[in-house]
């Protein structure tokens, strides 16, 4: 009796214990694809205007010209670059060797003109990055002299038409030299200031000029 019970084999219980593992895995794996298809039962159904597909590719524009206007329809400024670049999954402009103009906003009076090395324009256009060396310079009007400008790593915003610096700058006006370490400048109402080890040379005046 004992022979013929050992030649039936284990029982079911012990059968199951020797194959805990395998067994686990495929009830999980059935849980799994019963909830998957519940999920798709039970879930609402995809909208027929999703759009699926890659971001907007980023492009680049050689020899471009780009004019930003305020809200009443006038240029806020505008500039000229040989390579700009807008970078996938960025509305902003990146560009190289920038040469731009900043409306001064007032009859009469002519537009700071200028350069950098690199430039970059938020999303929207309020916001215009010049790095690198900068250099701006604005022609002679009425009896106020030519003015020129040399600094670095401007921050300018053109509604405002002010900008700022943190970097060295020297403004020339004729013979005139004033110079220091930053910068703060509204071009609207000419005000300009130095924030620190300042420096000027006004060259002595002479009678009947």
């Given at each position: 009796m004992t022979a013929q019970l050992a030649q039936a084999g284990p029982s079911p219980g012990r059968w199951l214990r020797d194959r805990r593992l395998p067994v686990a895995i495929i009830a999980l794996a059935l849980a799994g694809g019963l909830a998957q298809l519940l999920l798709w039962w039970l879930g609402p159904a995809t909208s027929r205007h999703d759009f699926v597909g890659p971001p907007r590719s980023a492009y680049t524009l050689t020899d471009a010209r780009v004019t930003?206007?305020?809200?009443?329809?006038?240029?806020?400024?505008?500039?000229?670059?040989?390579?700009?670049?807008?970078?996938?999954?960025?509305?902003?402009?990146?560009?190289?060797?920038?040469?731009?103009?900043?409306?001064?906003?007032?009859?009469?009076?002519?537009?700071?003109?200028?350069?950098?090395?690199?430039?970059?324009?938020?999303?929207?256009?309020?916001?215009?990055?010049?790095?690198?060396?900068?250099?701006?310079?604005?022609?002679?009007?009425?009896?106020?002299?030519?003015?020129?400008?040399?600094?670095?790593?401007?921050?300018?915003?053109?509604?405002?038409?002010?900008?700022?610096?943190?970097?060295?700058?020297r403004i020339i006006r004729g013979a005139s030299t004033i110079s220091g370490i930053g910068m703060r400048a509204n071009l609207n109402d000419k005000h300009l200031e130095l924030l620190d080890d300042v420096h000027a040379t006004f060259p002595p005046h002479q009678p009947g000029r």
């Open positions: 930003e206007y305020n809200r009443l329809g006038q240029p806020s400024f505008a500039l000229q670059s040989p390579h700009i670049e807008r970078r996938e999954g960025d509305d902003s402009l990146y560009l190289t060797s920038p040469t731009f103009q900043l409306p001064s906003k007032q009859a009469g009076i002519p537009d700071w003109q200028g350069r950098s090395r690199y430039g970059w324009v938020n999303k929207s256009g309020t916001l215009l990055k010049l790095q690198g060396p900068v250099y701006m310079h604005r022609p002679a009007f009425d009896h106020t002299l030519a003015s020129e400008m040399h600094t670095a790593d401007v921050t300018f915003w053109p509604r405002e038409n002010r900008l700022v610096t943190a970097a060295p700058a």
